[in-house]
């Protein structure tokens, strides 16, 4: 029968294999042809890839060379003030990428967080999760005081000598004031994405990158949520204030210009309960405060009103800084 064959052809074949001194089921030929697990360990080394890339944005730490990269699953842009430039880029190594740009080439690395863009520092920014329009954007920072986290030039001191406080920015509404050095600058703010917004002052503008909610990059400068100084009474305003002096930064004229000359000197405000003085040029003004915000209040005169932001030590007074004596 044919069953009958096929077991006797297996018979012989295993006859013939132990005959030449090999035993079946111990074959180490056998076991070196038998199929083997073809599964690598998991590839641990740091290679980075395009999709760790594609919707991230990267802005500079370096006031000196200040710069924001964003990517898309093919390009990278590199902004800085009016500069903007694209390029493709790819993977070159296993912690490097190369992005190509019409007339050069800039390879960068990362760790995910950090990014080393044509030897300068980046840090990653974070996407926002409390807004995602102009709206709502509004809606977050209405109210809010962002000071830097390190001190600047702020103006010449009492003395003469150079002052150093922090510079700030504030928002009210789509509207903002950027105090740097001893200016203030009041313009508007423009969504872009969850990432960064626009602040146009008219005669110049700048992109606001953030790296959380209580922290963003502004010309490669940091700056963090002010959280002092936040009144949430009309009485707790009083208290932070009755008795206060107030002090401009910097040299005032003092009483009106002649031909001759102009007399400087140092504007003051002062403040007792609900009530302050605020002697300026050669005039004396007389009012009373009034609480309007976690970091602000309005001071009241006889013809007008003018909202007086708090920065810590220092209050953003009709245009000018004055600093707590």
């Known amino acids: 029968m044919r069953f009958t064959w096929v077991v006797s052809a297996l018979t012989l074949l295993v006859l013939t294999g132990c005959s030449s001194g090999t035993s079946l089921g111990t074959d180490d030929s056998a076991q070196q042809t038998q199929p083997t697990d073809t599964a690598q360990e998991p590839n641990n080394s740091p290679e980075l890839s395009i999709a760790q890339f594609s919707g991230a944005t990267f802005v500079s730490t370096n006031p000196t060379l200040p710069g924001i990269v964003s990517f898309t699953e093919d390009t990278a842009t590199w902004e800085n003030a009016d500069i903007v430039e694209v390029a493709s880029y790819s993977n070159t190594g296993e912690q490097q990428l190369a992005a190509v740009f019409s007339d050069r080439e800039v390879v960068f690395e990362s760790d995910g967080s950090n990014l080393i863009w044509d030897s300068v520092s980046y840090l990653r920014a974070t996407s926002s999760s409390q807004f995602d329009s102009q709206e709502s954007m509004e809606l977050y920072f209405d109210g809010r005081t962002y000071n830097t986290i390190e001190q600047f030039d702020i103006g010449e001191g009492p003395s003469g000598e150079?002052?150093?406080?922090?510079?700030?920015?504030?928002?009210?509404?789509?509207?903002?004031?950027?105090?740097?050095?001893?200016?203030?600058?009041?313009?508007?703010?423009?969504?872009?994405?969850?990432?960064?917004?626009?602040?146009?002052?008219?005669?110049?503008?700048?992109?606001?990158?953030?790296?959380?909610?209580?922290?963003?990059?502004?010309?490669?400068?940091?700056?963090?949520?002010?959280?002092?100084?936040?009144?949430?009474?009309?009485?707790?305003?009083?208290?932070?204030?009755?008795?206060?002096?107030?002090?401009?930064?910097s040299l005032q004229e003092l009483g009106r210009p002649t031909a001759e000359s102009v007399a400087l000197g140092y504007w003051s405000i002062s403040f007792s309960n609900n009530s302050f003085t605020w002697v300026y040029l050669d005039i004396a003004e007389a009012g009373t405060i009034s609480?309007?915000?976690?970091?602000?209040?309005?001071?009241?005169?006889?013809?007008?009103?003018?909202?007086?932001?708090v920065e810590g030590n220092d209050i953003l007074w009709d245009g000018q800084r004055y600093t707590r004596k």
């Open 291 to 309: 609480f309007s915000g976690v970091n602000s209040f309005n001071a009241i005169l006889t013809d007008r009103e003018i909202e007086i932001i």
């Open 162 to 249: 150079l002052a150093m406080g922090n510079w700030s920015i504030r928002f009210n509404g789509n509207e903002v004031s950027w105090s740097v050095q001893d200016t203030v600058a009041i313009g508007t703010v423009t969504y872009i994405d969850n990432t960064r917004f626009k602040v146009d002052l008219g005669n110049t503008d700048f992109t606001v990158v953030l790296l959380d909610n209580d922290r963003f990059i502004i010309n490669s400068i940091e700056y963090q949520r002010d959280v002092s100084n936040q009144f949430d009474s009309q009485e707790e305003l009083l208290a932070f204030f009755d008795g206060a002096i107030y002090e401009s930064v």
